[in-house]
């Protein structure tokens, strides 16, 4: 069943539990008010009956059973004061025998009530008196030695008719109630979920080439999703920023194969080229041959740091599976500082390293020398004179480390990019700066594995300021005593 039916299922069947409940109780209770309106009609019958035997001067008095003859306790004219339609007043014995009855019961008799007695002296009952159905109050009248009992009885059938009407009108009210209330369980049932089907359509549309709602459904441009405030909006809202992560993503993957092509192209196409010349001339002229081998050997090393590069970006980006143990981050730095004296000299520069405390961070160390080395390398590359330096320093949650160069800089609206795969500042990607564009991209994925940031300024000598920080390890407290 479809979350449309459930939901208009589960409502209607909600709310018509809920009224056929509130009719129920309004029926009881509207039953209830009526009979107790006819329990109030024959009581004040009964009291005013008792209040006139109890200020009769002649004392009531029943007729000695041997004389054959009964003497009433009320006179004719006294019963006729209450001979009405909705009244008729029966007078008995002690025994049950009747002494007197209003003219409207005719030959109809109210039969004794055995619960009743001198000790149970008032009672109320239902009876059916020639096919009608009364209310009959009965009280045990006792006077000295003298007892009579009085039968007051009211006719229901108005009352009941009144309670059938009622029911009625109650229920022709509950019908159309119920009727109301399914049209709009499934009227809102439609406005809850057409939404979510639209929005369920749009995203069975969505592919790899078109990863956005359409602007005629749920574009977040000014479109009804973005006015509504609601769950469903909430939710395409959600669903959108999605599918825009998917976008950049994609377009990273694509921009990633087609960088990665333009770079492995160059070089591949230097080694086909001079192999083929190896296949022609290189038994002939030996400076051929040696040039082609130095080439292929030099762009096939050129390749191999590609391939390295990509294996720890994936290696980097799986995160988990790098086995980490504490580390003194300025041990490691030095060590690479000094590795990297020689390339530094080699180049005419100078290197210098300086540390502000031993932090210790938890790590990969193989990855961390690559983090540091590739910082220096990309320094070496883009500095033709000058210093380069490196520091390391801590903080109260971090340790960091900075690279700084005396090259050209960095432009303020190229620096969120130069962490990417294979961006150069150069739209035209000149090889003229040796390397695979990988370095500084292998430094963000080390540091975010680390937990960290890498980031670039320009340094105050115009140069670029590389920083990368990772968290510092807690060391555990010790007391010594």
Do not use: C
Not at 289 to 304: H, N, V
Request: aromatic share 6%; charged share 20%; proline share 4%.
């Amino acid at each position: 069943m479809s979350l449309k039916w459930r939901i208009a299922i589960g409502y209607s069947l909600l709310l018509i539990i809920a009224m056929t409940a509130m009719s129920g109780i309004i029926v009881w209770r509207f039953q209830q008010i009526l009979y107790d309106q006819a329990v109030t009609s024959v009581n004040a019958t009964m009291r005013a009956i008792v209040q006139f035997a109890e200020q009769s001067t002649t004392p009531f008095s029943l007729e000695d059973s041997s004389l054959g003859a009964p003497q009433f306790l009320f006179n004719s004219s006294n019963l006729a004061t209450w001979n009405s339609s909705n009244s008729f007043v029966q007078v008995d014995s002690r025994e049950g025998y009747p002494l007197a009855k209003t003219a409207n019961l005719g030959a109809t008799r109210i039969p004794p009530n055995p619960k009743l007695s001198a000790a149970r002296d008032v009672a109320f009952r239902n009876l059916s008196l020639g096919n009608r159905p009364f209310l009959v109050e009965d009280r045990y009248l006792q006077e000295g030695s003298n007892a009579a009992i009085i039968h007051v009885a009211e006719p229901l059938d108005a009352l009941q008719r009144t309670f059938a009407r009622a029911r009625e009108a109650i229920g022709i009210v509950l019908a159309a109630a119920v009727v109301a209330v399914v049209i709009f369980s499934i009227v809102l049932a439609s406005q809850a979920t057409t939404p979510i089907n639209e929005l369920s359509r749009e995203m069975r549309e969505v592919s790899s080439d078109r990863l956005a709602l359409s602007a005629g459904a749920g574009s977040l441009d000014g479109s009804p999703w973005r006015r509504r405030g609601d769950e469903v909006g909430r939710l395409a809202q959600s669903f959108s920023d999605l599918l825009g992560r998917l976008g950049e993503a994609f377009a990273r993957e694509r921009q990633f194969i087609s960088d990665a092509s333009h770079e492995l192209k160059t070089p591949l196409t230097s080694i086909n080229a001079n192999a083929q010349m190896l296949l022609r001339w290189g038994d002939r002229d030996p400076a051929i041959r040696t040039e082609s081998l130095e080439t292929i050997a030099r762009e096939s090393a050129d390749l191999a740091a590609m391939v390295n590069g990509m294996l720890t970006l994936a290696k980097a980006d799986r995160g988990d599976d790098i086995p980490k143990e504490p580390l003194s981050l300025a041990q490691i730095v030095y060590e690479v500082t000094q590795n990297a004296t020689v390339r530094v000299g080699e180049k005419g520069l100078t290197i210098r390293f300086t540390h502000q405390g031993t932090p210790t961070v938890y790590g990969d160390a193989h990855l961390l020398r690559q983090l540091v080395g590739n910082l220096i390398d990309n320094a070496i590359k883009f500095s033709e004179h000058g210093e380069i330096g490196v520091a390391v320093g801590h903080d109260a949650r971090s340790a960091w480390i900075e690279v700084t160069d005396t090259g050209p800089g960095i432009a303020e609206e190229e620096q969120p990019h130069v962490f990417e795969r294979f961006y150069r500042a150069d739209k035209a990607r000149s090889r003229a700066v040796p390397g695979t564009g990988l370095g500084l991209a292998i430094v963000r994925s080390i540091a975010r594995v680390h937990g960290g940031e890498a980031t670039v300024r320009r340094a105050a000598n115009g140069g670029a300021l590389f920083r990368v920080s990772v968290p510092l390890m807690k060391m555990p407290f010790t007391h010594l005593s």
